[in-house]
């Protein structure tokens, strides 16, 4: 996780710190590799999700979809 942090303070890229190459974790599950950061898509939202039991991985952003999708509705209401 620091890796990401400090590659993304310097470089303006969480990702950098891998120089090109994967990066592995060994956890319960084995050796494992942790996925790119990916660069947020509104189209196809994922979150990075830490894991310091198993390993990393990425999760659709939907955590309160609904209640975003009525504040963005009614904004265009109120001209906001």
Known sequence: MSNSWVSFVVDQDPNSFRLNAPVYVNSSLGNVAIPNWPKYDNARPLDFVFDANSTSYL???????????LINSLSVLYRR
């Open 59 to 69: 999760e659709p952003d939907t955590y309160r979809k609904a209640g975003i999708d």
